[in-house]
């Protein structure tokens, strides 16, 4: 069995067990539950449910394992001849969530 959610824009085809990392939400500590409303897509193997966009009624819930950082990202600037450049660099905060439940 597995369900497509959405989350901050951004679609996770998850089932039960899963690990996934969503966007960083406040506020949201260790060991807590999250809940995800947005279920666009539930199949169990013979029977596959398409919401419009929604599946009515349908939920999947997952524990909060913490806080990660994602990859390092380097943004330079560069303008030729002028000596000038610029270096800088971003690591995107995410939670990663173990999915519990998913429920029509």
């Known amino acids: 069995m597995y369900a497509i959610v959405e989350d ?7 089932s039960q067990g ?3 990392e969503v966007d960083l939400r406040d ?3 260790d060991r ?6 947005r279920v666009l897509m539930i199949e169990d193997g ?4 398409i919401g419009q ?3 009515p009624g349908a939920k999947v819930t997952g524990k909060v394992q913490g806080l990660v950082k994602g990859e390092k990202l380097v943004i330079q600037h560069f303008k030729r ?7 800088t ?11 519990e439940k998913i429920a029509t």
């Open 81 to 87: 001849r002028k000596d000038s450049r610029t270096r």
């Open 32 to 37: 807590d539950a999250i809940e995800f409303d």
């Open 89 to 99: 660099g971003h690591r995107q905060k995410y939670l990663r969530v173990q999915i």
């Open 18 to 20: 899963d690990v996934i």
């Open 27 to 29: 506020p949201v500590g």
């Open 8 to 14: 901050s824009g951004r679609q996770f085809r998850v």
């Open 46 to 49: 013979e029977n596959s449910v």
């Open 53 to 55: 966009p929604l599946v």
